[in-house]
């Protein structure tokens, strides 16, 4: 196995974890997907911050960033350079500046697939 293989595995397999976690939070406890996908994100700031989602990223690649606890990654991210960079303001700013990237994907996803689909009410 090269290694572009064995790092797809590696990304496969992390991010197969943490969506593996979340299926079984679904099934076995009375949570609802949203507060384990708020849950996610959350963890993801807290990893980020006490520096262990650091690492997990730089092993993993995109099998960490991908699921929600990297875009917590990404918002805790955000906020640290920001609030080098510009004090305390940062700590408003830097988490919409890290994320930019991913939240306009998503308003523009959201917006082609509404423009190409026809709703139907239930």
Do not use: H, W
């Amino acid at each position: 196995m090269n290694t572009v293989e064995a790092r797809l595995l590696i990304a496969f397999l992390i991010g197969g974890a943490f969506c593996a976690i979340a299926q079984i939070l679904i099934d076995k406890t009375k949570l609802t997907p949203a507060r384990i996908l708020v849950s996610y994100v959350v963890l993801g700031v807290i990893l980020t911050g006490i520096g262990v989602y650091g690492p997990l990223v730089k092993f993993a690649g995109n099998g960490a960033t991908t699921p929600l606890t990297g875009f917590g990654y990404c918002l805790a991210e955000g906020v640290k350079k920001a609030v080098d960079r510009d004090g305390l303001i940062g700590a408003l700013t830097g988490g919409i500046t890290g994320a930019a990237g991913g939240i306009t994907a998503a308003i523009f996803m959201g917006l082609t697939v509404a423009l190409i689909f026809k709703s139907k009410p239930k």
